[in-house]
């Protein structure tokens, strides 16, 4: 994000889940990702995800038949992080982290990489354990806010945050079809009044047009299902899928047009 700070853009950030639509697919479509996105953002995918759209919902089944363990994510971020400067954050349901070990997978996923971890079903009156071990291993622990926390609550989870503040976008679940929040660029400023970590917009950015608004308030703006969309669609060339929705939403943040947020 200071990267693209320094060429006065927002920055961008593509998720795909872990071994979707294959192991060995999957890493060549992250690989490509990384190319034209700042930061790449690894999915643990979990049949139960309370925030997932259908396209996510749909890829993380793939991904569990095709045999998703914790141990792709951490190998597939060293592949990654080996040849890519571009910087690993994971995003991951609380089940899979708590079966896992807080311990064993902020270790792992440091090892592997992975600058930061969000959890978005973890509330912050039970997230202690997991901020602690987060931090123990030098990871961000990244917290998911909307509009709609009370004052009060919002103040207490931006405090605990580490890394960044991931702010939704949107009303919906991800990939949804409904306009960028009107409210968004408000609640952005507020966030902004609370901390100084950069703040992320994602949850229901689907066209380019969309992150062009959302990064007019935000650091980072995140796309996701609009990438497992446009690999289903071109079953036949996922990978060259995925790199092309990663070229034109780097394209649209790149216009002179796009502000920094210092």
């Known amino acids: ?38 930061v790449v953002e690894l999915g643990v995918p979990y049949a139960g995800g309370v925030l997932d759209g259908p ?17 792709d ?3 597939q971020a060293r592949e990654l992080s080996a040849s890519s400067p571009t910087a690993l954050m994971a995003m991951s349901y609380w089940q899979p982290v708590h079966s896992f070990g ?36 030098g990871l961000a622990a990244v917290p998911l806010v909307s509009p709609r926390t009370r004052p009060d609550r919002l103040a207490r989870i ?18 949804n079809a409904q306009p960028i929040s009107p409210r968004l660029p408000g609640f952005i400023a507020q966030l902004r009044s609370l901390t100084s970590l950069p703040v992320a917009a994602g949850i229901g950015i689907s066209t380019p047009a969309q992150a062009r608004h959302a990064a007019a308030s ?23 899928a995925a790199a092309a929705v990663a070229r034109d939403f780097a394209a649209a943040l790149r216009t002179p047009s796009t502000p920094s947020h210092p």
């Open 1 to 38: 994000m200071e990267a693209a700070q320094a060429q006065n853009r927002c920055a961008l950030a593509t998720y795909l889940p872990i071994c979707y639509p294959s192991r060995l697919t999957g890493m060549d479509a992250l690989h490509l990702l990384a190319q034209d996105a700042d």
């Open 102 to 137: 807080l311990r064993p997978f902020a270790e792992e996923a440091a090892a592997a990489g992975i600058s930061g971890v969000l959890i978005p079903d973890l509330p912050i009156e039970e997230a202690g354990p997991w901020r602690e071990a987060a931090a123990s291993a």
């Open 55 to 71: 396209d996510i919902q749909e890829a993380s089944r793939t991904a569990l038949a095709a045999g998703f363990t914790m141990a």
């Open 158 to 175: 931006v405090t605990a945050a580490t890394g960044m503040v991931y702010a939704s976008a949107t009303d919906g679940v991800s990939g």
């Open 73 to 75: 994510l951490f190998s």
């Open 218 to 240: 935000a650091d980072l703006v995140v796309v996701g299902s609009a990438v497992i969309r446009r690999m289903q669609a071109r079953p036949r060339a996922q990978v060259a």
